[in-house]
């Protein structure tokens, strides 16, 4: 994270009109900020075994899974205020 002590920036550097090590592109971002994960997941499986005689066997099984993972839209914290580059909230 471009975590700075004079701001939350990132600068990218190019040549421009000939010149090198110039800056060309300034990034800003406006920390700290909550970033929840969140995911749910519902697994079940059965399984059976049945034996005919003493030659034939029958196996069943049974499998079912859901999974939804997702990020929410980042928030700032609560208690922080505005950022150099961002307005409060």
Do not use: C
Not at 6 to 32: K, L, M, R
Not at 54 to 73: E, S, V
């Amino acid at each position: 994270m471009p975590n700075h002590p004079a701001g939350n920036y990132q600068i990218t550097y190019d040549v421009s009109a000939g010149v090198a090590h110039q800056p060309v592109e300034i990034q800003t971002f406006n920390f700290p900020i909550y970033q929840p994960n969140r995911s749910r997941n519902v697994n079940a499986y059965l399984s059976d075994r049945w034996e005919i005689g003493k030659r034939m066997t029958i196996q069943l099984g049974l499998r079912f899974d859901r999974d939804h993972a997702y990020i929410p839209p980042l928030t700032r914290l609560r208690d922080s205020l505005a950022g150099r580059h961002v307005p409060a909230v």
